[in-house]
């Protein structure tokens, strides 16, 4: 995600129990059983997740956060980067993690779509309530 100077390495995890937890605290991560593959992202939605961390700490998705804001920071446009492919954010939101599982438009298995979600952390500190999720459309190969 060149706009905000994030480079990870990419792993992947899987939905158990419709939960999704990354294993790590230094990459992104794939949601292999839920949308599509990077090989068929055209015909599906690519579903990336990361941690946020707090207390000062940083991971990959405090990049993706302006905590002082509770806003997400990829704007419009930014472009992110995935296994070869480009996606251009169109929208970010905050959702409640009670919510989060319950909202079809998120879930829903679109073309050329990408989901991009990471904890929205908490200015006054504890533990994340929200998460924020970026959307993003796959833009053609050059």
């Keep these: 995600m060149p706009s905000v100077g994030l480079n990870v390495p990419l792993g992947a995890l899987d939905?158990?129990?419709?939960?999704?937890?990354?294993?790590?605290?230094?990459?992104?991560?794939?949601v292999r059983n839920l949308?599509?593959?990077?090989?068929?992202?055209?015909s599906g939605t690519v579903y990336l997740v990361t941690h946020s961390l707090r207390g000062g700490a940083i991971g990959p998705g405090n990049y993706l956060i302006d905590v002082d804001r509770g806003t997400g920071s990829l704007a419009p446009g930014a472009i992110v980067e995935v296994s070869g492919l480009r996606y251009a954010i169109t929208q970010s939101q905050s959702i409640t993690k009670?919510?989060?599982?319950?909202?079809?438009?998120?879930?829903?298995?679109?073309?050329?779509?990408?989901?991009?979600?990471?904890?929205?952390?908490?200015?006054?500190?504890?533990?994340?309530?929200?998460?924020?999720?970026?959307?993003?459309?796959?833009?053609?190969?050059?």
């Design 35 to 42: 949308g599509t593959t990077i090989g068929k992202a055209s």
């Design 98 to 142: 009670a919510q989060l599982p319950h909202a079809k438009t998120i879930w829903a298995n679109t073309p050329g779509r990408l989901v991009l979600i990471t904890c929205l952390q908490r200015s006054e500190g504890g533990p994340s309530i929200d998460n924020m999720v970026f959307t993003g459309t796959l833009l053609p190969t050059k």
């Design 15 to 30: 939905e158990v129990d419709g939960e999704i937890t990354p294993p790590g605290f230094t990459s992104a991560y794939l």
